[in-house]
């Protein structure tokens, strides 16, 4: 089983340059997750999808916007990188949202420099 | 937002020994969650506990939501328990919010 699956793990960006984040589950979860985690910080949620059709914003979701694409896939997206969102990103699913006793499910991270 | 607190923040430990992890939350929940963030930085679900308590092999947590606070036992500790503990709390929708974390380092 993959699980969740994101790519690409490693990134290096420019300061403008625009870049898509890509994250897919095999496990017909629901509800998927973008956080970022800054050094010696706990994650952070940037967005959310409950569910196929409907994105929400989480606590940082300035600089950022999301596509969940389909069941399977939810991208994110920086349209214009700037160096305060060096970070390494993590995407995550879940069958059902916080309410339900469902555990949320983590990618293996992406680590993005931003020059 | 709701504040996670977690405490200690870092921990060293000789191996076999036992240790509990503790995390405070300011608000009432409707779902915690613990994780442990290995050295490579992967993410692995430990417990999904709102409440009560529950064991899996040398780990287990304990959540006393009327007090806001939940606490993470690991006996005879291993080297590879080594990273760092998150605990994350929901409190409605689908956020959830995430404690800075405990890292704990197991020494041979």
């Known amino acids: 089983n993959a699980g969740v699956t994101q790519t690409p793990k490693f990134q290096v960006l420019k300061t403008g340059q625009s870049m898509t984040l890509q994250c897919a589950q095999d496990?017909?979860?629901?509800?998927m997750y973008w956080y970022r985690q800054d050094p010696g910080m706990g994650l952070r949620l940037i967005y959310y999808?409950?569910?196929?059709?409907?994105?929400d914003k989480g606590e940082v979701p300035n600089g950022y916007n999301v596509s969940r694409l389909n069941k399977r896939e939810f991208s994110l997206r920086l349209e214009s990188a700037a160096p305060s969102q060096t970070s390494v990103y993590f995407c995550?699913?879940?069958?059902?949202?916080?309410?339900?006793?469902?555990?949320?499910?983590f990618g293996d991270g992406t680590r993005l420099s931003i020059l | 937002g709701i504040q996670v607190e977690q405490s200690p923040p870092d921990l060293i430990l000789q191996e076999g020994a036992n240790s509990t992890l503790r995390c405070n939350f300011s608000?009432?929940?409707?779902?915690l969650q613990w994780f442990h963030q290995n050295p490579w930085g992967q993410l692995i679900n430990l417990f999904y506990?709102?409440?009560g308590t529950k064991q899996n092999g040398r780990l287990s947590a304990t959540t006393v939501a009327t007090e806001r606070y939940s606490l993470l036992y690991i006996s005879s500790s291993q080297t590879t328990d080594s990273g760092v503990y998150f605990c994350a709390v929901v409190r409605t929708g689908n956020q959830f919010y995430f404690g800075t974390g405990t890292s704990l380092t197991v020494i041979p």
């Open positions: 999808s409950a569910s196929e059709g409907t994105t």
């Open positions: 995550a699913s879940s069958e059902v949202g916080g309410f339900g006793n469902q555990p949320q499910h």
């Open positions: 506990i709102p409440s």
């Open positions: 496990m017909n979860h629901n509800s």
């Open positions: 608000d009432s929940v409707n779902n």
